[in-house]
């Protein structure tokens, strides 16, 4: 069993930055690597919308254009950790983050939340104007 906690989150005023973590673990010897992890976004009174991913096997990345640019994701497989770094930010990144990860055939299914199978329990961010 996959479990993930993401960590990180606060109140940050318009264009500044956080950067969010995502720390996984598992079984005796589970790794990391064969996992494609991507981070969500959830607005008050939304669903949950994809915003970037990465590949952990070979560190392939895809970006959202809601994010591109601004918000970069990077990985620590020795740590089983995945990084959000999110500069710039504006008042509609507000939200709670999650990350998520499964194993998946097609990479860029890795935004579609119900592609996913693990999720950790959100940590929220906002955005002052």
């Known amino acids: 069993q996959l479990q993930l906690a993401e960590s990180g989150g606060g109140l940050v005023q318009s264009g500044g930055s956080l950067r969010l973590s995502c720390a996984a673990s598992?079984?005796?010897?589970?790794?990391?690597?064969?996992?494609?992890v991507a981070w969500f976004r959830q607005a008050p009174g939304k669903g949950r919308e994809g915003l970037v991913c990465?590949?952990?096997?070979?560190?392939?990345?895809y970006y959202t254009d809601s994010v591109k640019g601004r918000f970069t994701i990077s990985r620590d497989i020795a740590k089983n950790t995945v990084y959000l770094q999110m500069n710039g930010l504006k008042p509609e990144d507000t939200g709670v983050y999650y990350c998520?990860?499964?194993?998946?055939?097609?990479?860029?299914?890795?935004?579609?939340?119900?592609?996913?199978?693990?999720w950790g329990q959100g940590t929220q961010v906002t955005v002052g104007s």
């Open positions: 598992g079984f005796t010897g589970f790794t990391f690597d064969p996992f494609t």
């Open positions: 998520a990860a499964d194993t998946l055939l097609v990479f860029r299914q890795c935004i579609i939340p119900d592609e996913m199978g693990y």
């Open positions: 990465v590949k952990n096997s070979n560190g392939d990345t």
